[in-house]
Nanobody, 124 residues
Framework: QVQLVESGGGLVQAGGSLRLSCAAS????????VGWFRQAPGKERELVASLTGSGADTYYADSVKGRFTISRDDVKNTVALQMNSLKPEDTAIYYC?????????????????WGQGTQVTVSS
């Protein structure tokens, strides 16, 4: 079992930056694929960014390409999401997720472990 805990959310003005962090405990997850999802009110949960277990491949949703960067530190067992040039439409609850298979999946049901979520609010 892996437990995931997100931190770093908050309120920021449009154009600002936030860095989300996800700490994993319970088992080392260096071989797991990891991802950040978000869910806005009334919308489905969507994959924002994902990283393979090897760290060699990434996926970004078109809406965040060039603005968000996902990274992992397998020594510290953490995953980060650097978010720059934030827009009001980025407002959502952001969730960290991990899947035991090391390749990227875009569907939330493919992920085995989830954090509790952290709120990100971008004001205009």
């Amino acid at each position: 079992q892996v437990q995931l805990v997100e931190s770093g959310g908050g309120l920021v003005q449009a154009g600002g930056s936030l860095r989300l962090s996800c700490a994993a405990s319970g088992r080392t997850f260096s071989s797991y694929a990891v991802g950040w999802f978000r869910q806005a009110p009334g919308k489905e949960r969507e994959l924002v960014a994902s990283l393979t277990g090897s760290g060699a491949d990434t996926y970004y949703a078109d809406s965040v390409k060039g603005r968000f960067t996902i990274s992992r530190d397998d020594v510290k067992n953490t995953v980060a999401l650097q978010m720059n040039s934030l827009k009001p439409e980025d407002t959502a609850i952001y969730y960290c997720a991990a899947r035991e298979r090391g390749y990227i999946a875009t569907l939330s049901r493919r992920y085995d472990y989830w954090g509790q979520g952290t709120q990100v609010t971008v004001s205009s």
